[in-house]
Nanobody
Framework: QVQLVESGGGLVQAGGSLKLSCVAS????????MGWFRQAPGKERELVAR????????YYGDSVKGRFTISPDNAKNTVYLQMNALKPEDTAVYYC????????????WGQGTQVTVSS
């Protein structure tokens, strides 16, 4: 069992930055890959970035490459998503999720945090 709690969303102007946090807990969470997803109204959920707790297995979606950075902090049991050069199209609910490395399905999800980028 893995529990995930996100924070850090908010309202920011285009070109600004936000840093999202996902605190993980549970007996086995360090064996999971951690992903950040987002879902905008009327759109499908999109994988934004992924990382392992060792800092490897990093993935970024094409729409965020060069602007977003995912990073784990093992001392704080937290995975961060640093978002720079934000655009209005980054507006969405952002979710933290976890999956086993040997599968493609994310089984554990946080409650989500709203990010709104104004133009």
């Amino acid at each position: 069992q893995v529990q995930l709690v996100e924070s850090g969303g908010g309202l920011v102007q285009a070109g600004g930055s936000l840093k999202l946090s996902c605190v993980a807990s549970g007996p086995t969470f360090r064996s999971y890959f951690m992903g950040w997803f987002r879902q905008a109204p009327g759109k499908e959920r999109e994988l934004v970035a992924r990382v392992s707790w060792s800092g490897g297995s990093v993935y970024y979606g094409d729409s965020v490459k060069g602007r977003f950075t995912i990073s784990p902090d093992n001392a704080k049991n937290t995975v961060y998503l640093q978002m720079n050069a934000l655009k209005p199209e980054d507006t969405a609910v952002y979710y933290c999720a976890a999956r086993r490395p040997e599968t493609l399905q994310y089984n554990y999800w946080g409650q989500g945090t709203q990010v709104t980028v104004s133009s």
